[in-house]
C-alpha cells in the first residue's frame, strides 16, 4: 500500500487510516531546472566514466541533470537509495548508494542509519524494507511496479495451503506481499533458498510461490518440497533450445542462469545462481565470453566492471523493474511520495519470517 504526497488519507494494508504523509512531515523542495550546464557536466563526468560503455554520449545530458539533481536532493533529504540488480544502469551507477539482490538490499535497508529510504526496484522489495525498519519512512518511485511472483499468490491461499497440509512448514521467496509473509514460517531469497529449506530439520517444506525456484532446490536436496504455480514472466520466457542455439554457435561459450529460469534452461547453464551469486561467479571465473540468463539490464550493469568479459544478453526486460526511471525518483524526493504504508500488525508478523531468513544468513 503506498500513499501519495497529495493523498489527503491512505488505507493501509491491513486497514489502519494514515492522515499524515511523507510531504506533510518533510515538505515539498522546488522542482529543479532540468537544463545539462557545464557545472552538471563536469559533477557528473565522473559517473559517465562508469557508464559509457553502455550509455550513448549523446543520451548523456538527458541523463545527467537528473543525475546531479537527485543526488544533490538525496543528500539533502539524508535519504539513501537502494537499487535492485536489474535497475537500468544510469540509476545503477548513476544515483543508488547500495546496490544488490533482493537479500542484500533487505539487509543493507535494516542497517542503514538514514531515515529515508528510497526503493529502486518492485513494490514487495520497498514492502520488505518497511517490514525491518517500520520506523523510518519508506518511499518507492512507481507503486505500480508489481512483480508476476508476487501477484501469484495472497496471505488467504497460504493459510489454505497449511489446513491442506498441517504441520507442514512454509518457506516464502521474498518476491511475496508483506500479507503473504505474515502468514508463513521463514523467508528465502534465491540466494539462500537451499539453506533455508535445510535449515527448518523438516522432512516435507512447502515452498512458494516460484514453482521453478522450489524445482531447483527440490533437485539439490533429499527435502520434499511442496510448491505452488507461481513463475517470474521473465524467466520463464528463456528456453533450452535457445540456449543450445547459443552454445552451437559457440561452443566456448559459458552459461549461467537464475533459479526462477523453468528446469530446461537450468539443464544447459554451466552456473545457476541468485543476481549476486551470478555476479560473484563472473568476477571469480573472469570467462571470455558469458551468457546471463536472466534480466537484461544486469548485464549492462556488471558489464561496467568486468570490462574484459564479452556478455551476451538474450534481452527479456521486467516491465515492472522498467518502472522506476530517474524522473519518478526525482519526483519522489521532491514531492516525497509514495510512501509505504504498512498495517503495523501484519508488518511485525511479517518482519518474524524475514528476520528468521536474515539471522540464518549472518
Ligand atoms: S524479474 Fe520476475 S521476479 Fe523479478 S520483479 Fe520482474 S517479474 Fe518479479
Not at 491512505?10 to 510531504?23: C, E
Not at 563526468?45 to 560503455?53: F, Q
Not at 508483506?178 to 516435507?204: P, Q, R, W, Y
Amino acid at each position: 500500500m503506498v500513499q501519495g504526497s497529495s493523498a489527503a488519507a491512505a488505507i493501509g494494508t491491513g486497514g489502519n487510516v494514515s492522515l499524515d504523509t511523507a510531504a506533510d512531515r518533510y515538505g515539498v523542495k522546488p522542482y529543479p531546472d532540468l537544463a545539462y550546464t557545464p557545472e552538471i557536466a563536469e559533477a557528473t563526468a565522473p559517473i559517465y566514466e562508469k557508464v559509457r560503455h553502455v550509455i550513448p554520449a549523446i543520451e548523456w545530458p538527458v541523463h545527467a541533470p537528473y543525475v546531479y539533481h537527485i543526488n544533490r536532493l538525496k543528500a539533502e533529504r539524508g535519504a539513501i537509495i537502494l537499487a535492485h540488480n536489474y535497475q537500468t544502469p544510469e540509476i545503477y551507477h548513476g544515483v543508488a548508494d547500495i546496490v544488490g539482490d533482493s537479500l542484500q538490499l533487505a539487509q543493507e535497508a535494516a542497517k542503514s542509519q538514514a531515515e529515508i529510504i528510497v526503493q529502486c526496484g518492485v513494490h514487495f522489495m520497498a514492502e520488505t524494507s518497511k517490514i525491518l525498519c517500520p520506523e523510518k519512512t519508506v518511499l518507492i518511485p512507481d507503486s505500480h511496479a508489481g512483480c508476476s511472483l508476487a501477484a501469484s499468490i495472497t496471505g488467504e491461499d497460504v493459510r489454505l495451503l497449511r489446513e491442506a497440509h498441517p504441520g507442514v512448514p512454509v518457506v516464502a521467496y521474498v518476491n511475496t506481499t508483506a500479507d503473504v509473509k505474515a502468514e508463513v514460517d521463514i523467508c528465502c531469497t534465491s540466494s539462500n533458498a537451499l539453506e533455508v529449506v535445510e535449515s527448518l530439520g523438516a522432512k516435507e517444506v512447502i515452498m512458494l510461490p516460484d514453482q521453478y525456484l522450489a524445482a531447483w532446490v527440490a533437485s539439490q536436496t533429499d527435502v520434499k518440497i511442496i510448491t505452488w504455480n507461481g513463475a517470474c514472466e521473465v524467466h520463464e520466457r528463456f528456453t533450452g533450445d535457445e540456449l543450445r542455439a547459443y552454445r552451437e554457435a559457440d561452443p566456448s561459450i559459458r552459461i549461467i542462469a537464475h533459479p526462477e529460469c523453468p528446469p530446461d534452461v537450468l539443464a544447459e547453464a554451466d552456473f545457476t545462481g541468485s543476481t549476486a551469486k551470478m555476479i560473484g561467479w563472473v568476477q571469480k571465473e573472469n570467462p571470455g565470453k558469458v551468457l546471463m540468463v536472466t534480466e537484461c539490464s544486469m548485464a549492462d550493469n556488471v558489464a561496467s566492471e568486468a570490462p574484459d568479459v564479452e556478455f551476451v544478453r538474450p534481452c527479456n526486460l521486467c516491465p515492472h523493474m522498467k518502472r522506476i526511471q530517474l524522473p519518478k525518483i526525482l519526483d519522489t524526493l521532491v514531492y516525497m511520495s509514495e510512501e509505504v504504508v504498512l498495517d503495523p500488525m501484519m508488518a511485525a508478523k511479517a518482519r518474524r519470517s524475514v528476520e528468521r531468513m536474515v539471522n540464518l544468513k549472518s
